[in-house]
């Protein structure tokens, strides 16, 4: 079954900075992968998702995250952190293919702070 | 268009007391999920129905029991609460393709403590 592993839970990064927060995948075949966000005391919003139609995924808010399979990486970026990105974030792989694939498997989440 | 609707939004029980969560979402979505969030746990799978009419286990079952409604419902229960089920309930939906890609649309969560 494919696992994710996401390497740090908190980040803090100054606003106007990069955000990079990291994601390792486990499977011996080229998974579908993506990052939700979670802001505080709401639910889980999808940001991008990849499907082997392209390595580089661009999603919402200026996020964007590169598959790279000789990693087994997913990692989500931003070139200039902003207030609002202050959330939790979470990675996330469909165990499995084909029938039963879309039984999802989160990471265990990736705090971000921005500082003013 | 609402999306995927849960009431309550929190809820206070006693342990033995019982309730049911509810969910509903207006996607037409063949789908739905019930997840738990617990603090450095990400969520995880209590129950998930395919399609109208079927419903199975996920990582997570014991302590709940679910029903799927109708094609816009989906229900958890806790039959005799405990307070190792104080947790924050997602429930989730999507059109559910088979290749995995499909979106989950989740809800706003409900936030139970059982004393």
């Known amino acids: 079954a494919q696992s994710v592993t996401q390497l740090d839970s908190h980040v803090s990064v100054s606003e106007g900075t990069p955000v990079l927060l990291r994601c390792n995948y486990s499977?011996?075949?080229?998974?579908?992968l993506f990052w939700y966000v979670q802001h505080p005391n709401k639910g889980l919003q999808l940001l991008l998702k990849?499907?082997?139609?392209?390595?580089l995924v661009k999603g919402i808010n200026g996020f964007e995250a590169e598959f790279k399979k000789s990693e087994t990486s997913f990692h989500l970026t931003k070139p200039s952190a902003h207030m609002s990105d202050a959330a939790e974030y979470f990675c996330?792989?469909?165990?499995?293919?084909?029938?039963?694939?879309?039984?999802?498997?989160f990471g265990k989440g990736t705090k971000l702070s921005v500082i003013p | 268009n609402a999306g995927v609707t849960q009431t309550p939004k929190f809820q206070v029980l006693k342990t033995g007391q019982s309730m049911t969560l509810q969910c509903a979402q207006d996607?037409?979505?063949?789908?739905m999920y019930w997840y738990r969030q617990d603090p450095g746990m990400g969520l995880r799978l209590i129950y998930y129905?395919?399609?109208?009419?079927?419903?199975d286990k996920g990582e997570v079952p014991n302590g709940y029991n679910v029903s799927r409604l109708n094609k816009r419902e989906f229900s958890l229960r806790l039959e005799s609460a405990a307070p190792s089920q104080t947790s924050v309930y997602f429930c989730?939906?999507?059109?559910?393709?088979?290749?995995?890609?499909?979106?989950?649309?989740f809800g706003p969560g409900t936030r139970l403590t059982v004393l």
């Open positions: 989730a939906s999507s059109e559910a393709g088979p290749s995995g890609t499909d979106t989950q649309y």
């Open positions: 499977s011996s075949y080229s998974p579908s």
């Open positions: 996330v792989a469909p165990q499995g293919s084909g029938a039963g694939s879309y039984q999802l498997t």
């Open positions: 990849y499907t082997s139609a392209a390595t």
């Open positions: 996607m037409n979505h063949n789908s």
């Open positions: 129905s395919a399609s109208e009419g079927t419903t």
